[in-house]
């Protein structure tokens, strides 16, 4: 959230505030119609704000790149699946709940990726 978006946020919830006590206070026992009007126009002014400076842009948007290290020397140009031992790419591979998954786009079986040892 930026500074100024903060700013924002904080005047807009003083106006709020102070124009319904200016609008609670029209009621009171020396009644002040005057107070209305200038309640409204606070409580206005504080929601106009709050509308402009809390909407989302079309430009906002959060993109989230995960890089997959795979586990030992995997080479994948030679990764085949296990069920109809067809070749796998690197779009195959997703990362499900922290752990390396492979969806096959042949035969659509999915599994986890592990590490073979090594001796």
Known sequence: MSIGKIIANIVAAILIFFGVLFIWGAFGSNPQPGWIIVGLISAGIGLV?????????????????????????????????KSCGGTLAPENITLVAGAPVVTCPYCKTT?????????
Request: aromatic share 12%; charged share 25%.
């Open 111 to 119: 599994y986890q990726l592990t590490e073979e040892p090594k001796w």
């Open 49 to 81: 704000l709050l509308f402009f400076f809390n909407r989302k842009s079309k430009q906002e948007t959060n993109n989230v790149t995960v890089n997959i290290d795979l586990p030992a020397n995997v080479q994948m140009d030679s990764i085949k699946c």
